[in-house]
């Protein structure tokens, strides 16, 4: 089987007011870039009418491989698509339609000077708590691996599969939060990272899984992780 141009991974959870119109605004954006590619939908064990959405859409759209498990979670579920992907780029981006497909173009014309390309949510309206995990997360990469980045957890993000692929391979298989992880990882193993603002907006339905005292909670997992991966790469045992 060739190895297409760009692998396209979406996790999905519970999103059947959205994923048809998602998922149709990405085919239709690769599309019209031109791009030999493949759109990877994971859905996480959804417990609405997201998977027979899901199958319909596999039927109409050639270039959309549906992948489901049993619930695992955001990490590991945009983990185990990284290393599925069998694109020379690969793109991940959530399934709520928060960041528009539009921008993918923007990314892409750039990926030539780059390991690592990453849209950071430019105009979000967030709760304060999301606003304070995310910005404790920013300056957590920027202690434990030494480079400032603006939105270390952004889920749209541009990746050279070969400069990754030993990134990815280090992190553990529950990881919370991979993109965190990968975010420092890339930037203490001196890959080239761009950063450009991509608009952020309003999910298209359903809602958040994460909130309040859960979101919290996560935080912690995601902090404490991090933190296990970043004295591993730094060749400390914990």
Do not use: K
């Not at 489901?68 to 955001?74: F, I, L, T």
Request: aromatic share 6%; net charge positive; charged share 25%.
């Amino acid at each position: 089987m060739a190895t297409p141009e760009l692998s396209v991974v979406m996790p999905v959870h519970n999103e059947e007011a959205a994923i048809a119109l998602v998922a149709g605004e990405w085919v239709g954006e690769v599309d019209r870039l031109g791009l030999d590619y493949e759109l990877v939908v994971y859905d996480d064990g959804s417990t609405d009418a997201t998977a027979a959405t899901l199958e319909r859409l596999g039927r109409a759209l050639p270039r959309l491989v549906v992948r489901s498990h049993a619930n695992r979670g955001h990490g590991p579920m945009i983990l185990r698509g990284y290393r599925e992907a069998r694109g020379d780029w690969i793109f991940q981006t959530d399934s709520d339609g928060e960041m528009p497909a539009a921008s993918l173009g923007d990314l892409w014309a750039e990926r030539d000077g780059y390991d690592v390309l990453l849209g950071y949510r430019e105009g979000r309206q967030t709760t304060p708590i999301r606003w304070i995990v995310t910005q404790a997360a920013r300056s957590l990469v920027q202690v434990l691996f030494g480079r400032r980045l603006r939105d270390v957890n952004t889920p749209f993000r541009l990746m050279r599969r070969e400069a990754i692929a030993p990134l990815v391979a280090a992190l553990p298989d529950d990881c919370f939060a991979p993109n965190v992880a990968l975010s420092g990882l890339a930037a203490r193993a001196g890959l080239r990272i761009c950063e450009r603002p991509v608009p952020h907006g309003t999910r298209r339905g359903g809602r958040s899984s994460l909130g309040g005292r859960r979101l919290r909670r996560a935080a912690m997992r995601s902090f404490r992780q991090t933190v296990v991966i970043a004295l591993r790469a730094r060749g400390v045992r914990r």
